[in-house]
């Protein structure tokens, strides 16, 4: 009798035991591998992690926003991982119906989703900043801040007036917690990947240093947004360096004057004085007068040879030029193209 209670015991022990064992093991399946993710929606979260986030920081993130649909699981799977100890910044892409599992590796592993950041058409060091922070976490100030070190720029070579010089425009991809020394370090990388040893012995070719070679781009770029003039426009101006004649480029006036507005040079903007007024003061100004792109310095690399020494912009306003070796043919381009100013009212 004794005996057949014990065996009952056993039998009921070793059945409520595989009951107990099944339910955890199916209750573990459930909290590691079922989808805990946007459960009700389609599309991808993106989730960004400031740098000195803790833990709290990113599950009541999580949770608050709707990405997860249940945090104790979440919160026992990422104990389990050691993630809320080894907790990584950045922009992580979470897609719906992850397992705790998937995303806690992710977040662990610092999985980031690359941030494509494009900076063109850029005017000054603050358009700069904002541009290429925009979609970082590194603010527009704190990378400011550190264009206008003059210390800190000259470890790479450059001072306040050329380190535009130094950002080619272009696509890149960086990790979205990148600070602003490494973005610094990174775009000095790029800058030496693209001037190669063929680009560098064609600027010495010229006479001109590689800043040298960014800041006359940066002048045909602003005289001409047609690729295939500016060759012959980085011609002309070669020309008049080559024989000391002024560089009278209008664009550098207008970037004295600091009003990108100005349509038609006026007697008070030829008047400035700044390194950077071209028809005061002879050879290049101290620096770009913008970001001049891959176009534009590769067109001062590879000028034109011609005996051109004068251009004015084409009376059609389609945007090309007239180009001139003497004065006098110079001046009849001119009076064409201010006669249709007048016409369309532009003053």
Request: glycine share 4%; with cysteine.
């Amino acid at each position: 009798m004794l005996l057949e209670k014990r065996k009952k015991f056993v039998l009921v022990f070793l059945i409520a035991g595989s009951v107990l064992g099944i339910s955890l093991t199916f209750y573990f399946y459930q909290v590691f591998f079922s989808a805990n993710t946007l459960v009700e929606s389609d599309e991808p979260y993106l989730l960004k992690i400031p740098s000195n986030s803790v833990y709290k920081n990113v599950v009541d993130q999580l949770y608050e926003e709707k990405v997860i649909n249940d945090a104790v699981s979440f919160g026992f799977v990422a104990k389990i991982l050691g993630y809320q100890e080894t907790v990584k910044p950045g922009l992580y892409t979470i897609e719906p119906k992850m397992s705790n599992l998937q995303l806690v590796r992710m977040l662990r592993s610092g999985q980031q989703t690359p941030v494509r950041v494009t900076f063109n058409t850029i005017r000054t060091k603050e358009d700069l900043a904002e541009k290429i922070s925009a979609n970082l976490e590194v603010s527009k100030e704190q990378f400011l801040e550190l264009l206008q070190d003059s210390d800190y720029i000259s470890k790479y070579g450059f001072e306040e007036e050329t380190v535009m010089s130094l950002f080619i425009p272009n696509t890149y991809e960086f990790w979205w917690d990148t600070s602003a020394e490494e973005l610094f370090e990174r775009m000095h990388k790029e800058y030496q990947i693209f001037w190669t040893d063929a680009r560098k012995q064609k600027a010495q070719d010229l006479g001109l240093s590689q800043q040298e070679v960014s800041t006359l781009a940066s002048i045909v770029q602003a005289e001409s947004q047609k690729s295939d003039e500016r060759p012959k426009i980085a011609g002309v101006y070669l020309n008049r360096l080559r024989i000391g004649m002024p560089l009278q480029a209008d664009p550098t006036l207008v970037f004295a004057a600091g009003d990108f507005s100005i349509k038609r040079l006026t007697a008070k903007q030829m008047a400035i004085d700044s390194p950077y007024n071209t028809y005061k003061y002879a050879g290049l100004p101290p620096g770009p007068i913008n970001l001049p792109d891959i176009n534009s310095l590769d067109a001062v690399l590879n000028f034109e040879k011609h005996s051109y020494l004068y251009f004015c912009a084409k009376e059609d306003f389609s945007g090309y030029h007239s180009f001139a070796v003497g004065y006098d043919e110079h001046l009849n381009n001119a009076r064409r193209y201010q006669r249709a100013l007048n016409a369309a009212n532009i003053y």
